[in-house]
């Protein structure tokens, strides 16, 4: 049978993982030098790819919806410690909705088999998730209920180059983190034996 509830050891990777993507969501308030346009360099991608990893799909994309529902209710956990029910109408909101798709996808292909070159499919395939929901997200915005003249979706999509660059190289790191996790935290597939 199916293990459906919730142990006390998911429950405290679960959180931990809440905890770590507002840490991520807010790195740049501790070091401010990384923003590219006034737009903040974060990891919460980083962070909700490896949720999905680590975690699984079910636990994972769990995980990043109670940061979500945290951050929406007020909780100051999204990038610039913002909160409430008015990011929903941020242009940069779609990247926070697609990181439940983002985990629960990127745990689905890490759980068909535990090695380095699935962890990076995982995580690219993730990345696309992220920009495919996150820059249309963004477009929109600016064009429909951000004031302002709007912009093309070439220039949506050119602005975001310097993030896309960062989150596909973190995702890289975080394939490898996560087996290295595995292997030496969580008693999972050896990496030897994965790769």
């Given at each position: 049978m199916k293990q459906t509830r919730l142990s006390a050891y998911d429950i405290t990777l679960g959180?931990?993982?809440?905890?770590?993507?507002?840490?991520?969501?807010?790195?740049?308030?501790?070091?401010?030098?990384?923003?590219?346009?006034?737009?903040?360099?974060t990891l919460q991608t980083?962070?909700?790819?490896?949720?999905?990893?680590?975690?699984g799909s079910r636990l994972g994309s769990f995980s990043v919806l109670v940061y979500s529902i945290l951050g929406l209710i007020g909780a100051p956990?999204?990038?610039g410690f913002k909160g409430g029910v008015s990011t929903l109408l941020s242009p940069t909101f779609g990247f926070i909705l697609s990181f439940i798709i983002l985990a629960y996808v990127v745990g689905k292909i890490a759980e068909s088999k535990r090695n380095l070159p699935t962890y990076i499919t995982a995580a690219v395939?993730?990345?696309?998730i992220n920009y495919f929901i996150g820059v249309n997200h963004f477009y929109l915005a600016m064009n429909f209920w951000v004031?302002?003249?709007?912009?093309?979706?070439g220039l949506a999509w050119s602005s975001m180059i310097p993030f896309l660059i960062k989150d596909f190289a973190l995702s890289i790191?975080?394939?490898?983190?996560?087996?290295?996790?595995?292997?030496?935290?969580l008693h999972r597939t050896p990496l030897r034996q994965a790769a």
């Open positions: 959180s931990l993982f809440v905890a770590l993507m507002a840490v991520g969501a807010n790195i740049t308030a501790f070091m401010p030098f990384l923003q590219v346009m006034g737009v903040p360099l980083f962070f909700a790819i490896l949720a999905g990893l680590v975690l956990i999204f990038a395939v993730g990345i696309a004031g302002g003249e709007g912009i093309g979706l790191g975080a394939a490898i983190f996560a087996l290295r996790l595995e292997r030496y935290l």
